[in-house]
């Protein structure tokens, strides 16, 4: 689940870690995977918005397969079509496996965890409430150096603590 990003600060803050944390969680779990027994495979999947219906799925999945072949008369017709649908975005998956045992990882969901203070996966918010905002995320502080730069040690930590734990809690 996407993060509610409260304000234009949250969000220009959010797109300076997102990048070098996605690039951090990628670059630590290769390192663990090398000294594990677990296999990590990446995935490309379509993440849909909230209540999306699986008819609305297979419809655009539909309109894109027919814009591989339609005419430029019917290219109009079918793009219009898609505009009045739901838009999937793309996300990533890690799959870690392990003889008959397999595990997903959201690596965006990650992402979030390293860039935003208290965030919870499981509901997609963050603990911190602010009653105006409703549930909404907040930037971790501790990413930023005193000067508003990015604390790269800070985020090398998190992100290197966040995997470890990760690793260190897979089944046996």
């Known amino acids: 689940m996407t993060p509610k990003i409260p304000n234009r600060t949250v969000w220009q803050q959010a797109e300076v ?47 894109r397969s027919q814009l591989e072949t339609a005419s430029p008369a019917e290219v109009d017709d079918i793009t219009q079509s898609l505009a009045q649908l739901p838009t999937p975005f793309p996300g990533y998956q890690l799959r870690l496996s392990r003889g008959d045992r397999q595990i997903s990882l959201d690596l965006w969901d990650l992402c979030y965890r390293i860039c935003f203070q208290d965030y919870d996966s499981v509901s997609g918010t963050s603990h911190v409430v602010d ?42």
């Open 131 to 172: 009653e105006a905002i409703g549930d909404s995320v907040a930037i971790d502080p501790s990413l930023f150096d005193e000067t508003g730069d990015v604390d790269w040690h800070q985020l090398d930590d998190k992100t290197k603590q966040l995997v470890n734990h990760i690793f260190a809690n897979l089944p046996a």
């Open 17 to 63: 870690l997102m990048q070098p944390a996605f690039i951090r969680l990628i670059a630590n779990i290769t390192q663990q995977l090398e000294q594990s027994n677990w296999r990590g495979d990446y995935e490309d999947i379509q993440m849909w918005p909230e209540g999306t219906s699986e008819t609305d799925k297979m419809l655009v999945a539909n309109l």
